[in-house]
């Protein structure tokens, strides 16, 4: 900004700062003082410390300088507080992990027979919940967990039918050797009286 003003009954328009020697100097050395009525700034636009001439008055900053010690984090929130960083500033969130709360699944077979044919099946179902412990854990990880186990099945009613005794002699079903011994049948042709034995 420039203002009009009168030096030595002389006046001048528009003069955005005066410049006048420095008595002793030499070489020539200058005072400049320079219009600063058209400056807005406050101490809340300036770095701590520093300071600048604001309509005729001097101030001083005090905008924090901050790195990053000032920063915090609390879980998955990193929080930066209000004030100037010199340069890009960065903060480690820790590690987090994804668990699967140990699990057993328990399923009783059913066991059907149906024209000499046992059936024996299994139905089970498991809900797990997995957990994220705090922290950062990645996007291909927070929603991945690997179940792993293994299951058996005792069909301990199938030993009522596979007995050697139930078994015909001389037949082999799923291992066991039959030492059923059938009656044999005759029929006399003559009375036709049948005979079993």
């Known amino acids: 900004m420039a203002q009009n003003v009168t030096i030595n009954g002389v006046d001048y328009n528009s003069v955005p700062s005066v410049k006048i020697p420095i008595k002793g100097s030499s070489p020539t050395s200058y005072a400049v003082f320079v219009d600063t009525s058209d400056a807005d700034a406050v101490a809340g636009n300036i770095l701590a410390t520093k300071t600048a001439y604001v309509n005729g008055s001097k101030i001083t900053g005090n905008i924090a300088t901050k790195t990053s010690s000032d920063m915090t984090v609390s879980g998955k929130t990193v929080t930066a507080p209000a004030g100037y960083y010199a340069s890009a500033q960065s903060k480690d969130v820790a590690d987090g992990s994804v668990s699967v709360p140990a699990t057993s699944i ?92």
């Open 106 to 197: 328990t399923a009783n077979p059913t066991i059907t027979t149906s024209g000499g044919n046992i059936t024996a099946s299994v139905s089970a179902s498991q809900s797990i919940s997995p957990s994220v412990s705090a922290g950062y854990v990645s996007s291909g990880d927070a929603g991945t967990a690997t179940v792993s186990g293994s299951a058996s099945v005792s069909a301990t009613s199938l030993d009522q039918y596979l007995l050697a005794g139930n078994i015909k002699n001389g037949v082999t079903i799923f291992g066991v050797q039959g030492t059923l011994a059938l009656p044999s049948i005759t029929q006399d042709s003559t009375t036709k009286v049948l005979t079993i034995s």
